[in-house]
Every structure is written in C-alpha cells, then in structure tokens.
C-alpha cells in the first residue's frame, strides 16, 4: 500500500516537501512516479525515480523547482517542491510505474492515495 502525504496550504514561491510511504512491500524495488490532477482534467504525470536511482523524469514546467528522491531506510520517496505557483495547485499523487526514462512516465502500476497542495497566497 502506498500513502502521499505532506501536502498542504503555500504561498507563491514557498515550498512543500511531500512524502510517498510504502507498507507491505520494499518500494526500493520498484520505479515510482508522481502525478497530479486539478477537477475537470486527467492525471498528470510530475516526476519519477527508476528503481536503480540512476534516472529521473520531470515534468518540462517543474524541472529545476522539483526534486524527486528516495529514502531507503524509510521506505519513501520524496517531492520537493520548490518556487511554488499557482498553477502547481492539485492533488498530488505516488505510484509504483512500469518504467521511468529521461523522457517519460510509464504505465502506472499501484496508485496510493492523493495528497492535496494548494499554492494560494
């Protein structure tokens, strides 16, 4: 079982740092990726770490604001969001994937619950 949490209330230019723990199951074996998605549209894919850490992905209108990383002793991985807007505001989403490129976001896998994260001022 997966649970984001972290999410919350920022500012324009604050920062968040939001967690995706895993229960039942090493998560360190497994490619993770984080979406997000606002009322109305689909799920959007943000970052993901390949299970080998050598890889990362982000999203064109978050690279150099976001970080994904993992924690091994503890299980998760991370979002560190940072130089928020308001445009970033959503539900955010963790989930194991079947792949994690350069370039891409592969298939989901093992959706856990969403954490909320407004950016308002």
């Known amino acids: 079982q997966l649970q984001a949490s972290g999410g919350g209330l920022v500012q324009p230019g604050g920062s968040l740092r939001l967690s995706c723990a895993a229960s039942g199951f090493t998560l360190d074996y497994y490619n993770v990726g984080w979406f997000r998605q606002v009322p109305g549209k689909g799920r959007e894919g943000v970052a993901c770490?390949?299970?080998?850490?050598?890889?990362?992905y982000y999203l064109d209108s978050v690279k150099g604001r976001f970080t994904i990383s993992r924690d091994k002793a503890k299980n998760t991985v991370y979002l560190q969001m940072s130089s928020q807007k308001p445009e970033n505001t959503a539900v955010y989403y963790c989930?194991?994937?079947?792949?994690?490129?350069?370039?891409?976001?592969?298939?989901?896998?093992?959706w856990g619950r969403g954490t909320l994260v407004t950016v308002s001022s």
């Open positions: 989930a194991t994937v079947y792949g994690c490129t350069e370039n891409a976001i592969e298939i989901p896998i093992n």
């Open positions: 770490i390949s299970k080998g850490e050598d890889i990362t």
